[in-house]
């Protein structure tokens, strides 16, 4: 496991080397706004932050994309669509060494998962008004219908609380790293 260990410390190594000639104080704006989105969302957890829009047009293309395979994957694809994009531009921004914007991507991750959480949560109850860009057509409660085809309406609450977990560790550490990078950005300027 130590090739994890070299891993980090190079990419810390870099992201430290990457931040000297940035330029801060916009990127404080935007950091204080994802800690704004993160509280918003431990305050109320039916919050919806500016990035809601684009989570549900990638949820709804999800479910397009995955017509050729079968209604269960077509039922999933929304929300594995709106988890994949983020994890994908993490990566794209990792390859374009733009370790700030890495950091928006663990943010807009979380943004998803808190969506997702209370969907999820809501798959016995089904309170929550659904949308669907082909009106007039039946529209299914996706998490109601995964958890009842996999044995697990019953634990829709506990699932959702999971992912509410894993949405607050995502804009946790997306916020720590970018406010290490913020730090290193206005050490350098003095």
């Known amino acids: ?3 994890i260990k070299d891993w ?3 990419f810390f190594l870099e992201a430290s080397e990457w931040a000297e000639d940035k330029f801060g104080p916009l990127r404080l704006i935007l950091w204080l706004y994802l800690l704004y989105i993160l509280l918003s969302h431990l305050g109320d957890p039916m919050y919806q932050s500016i990035f809601k829009p684009l989570n549900l047009g990638i949820h709804e293309l999800g479910h397009l994309i995955f017509i050729p395979f079968g209604k269960f994957l077509v039922v999933a694809g929304g929300t594995i669509a709106q988890c994949l994009v983020p994890l994908i531009s993490f990566f794209m921004f990792y390859k374009q060494r733009d370790f700030f914007a890495i950091c928006v991507s663990f943010c807009w991750m979380g943004t998803n ?4 959480a209370v969907y999820m949560a809501d798959a ?4 929550l008004p659904l949308v669907t860009p082909f009106g007039g057509e039946e529209i299914i409660h996706d998490w109601n219908y995964l958890l009842g085809k996999l044995g697990l309406l ?3 609450t506990v699932l959702g609380g999971c992912v509410r977990v894993l949405a607050i560790l ?4 997306g916020l720590v790293f970018g406010a290490w990078l913020i730090l290193k950005m206005f050490k350098k300027k003095r």
């Open 124 to 127: 016995r109850k089904m309170v």
């Open 8 to 10: 980090f410390r190079s």
């Open 1 to 3: 496991m130590s090739w």
């Open 154 to 156: 019953h634990s829709d």
């Open 113 to 116: 998962l808190f969506s997702i």
């Open 170 to 173: 995502n804009m946790v550490i």
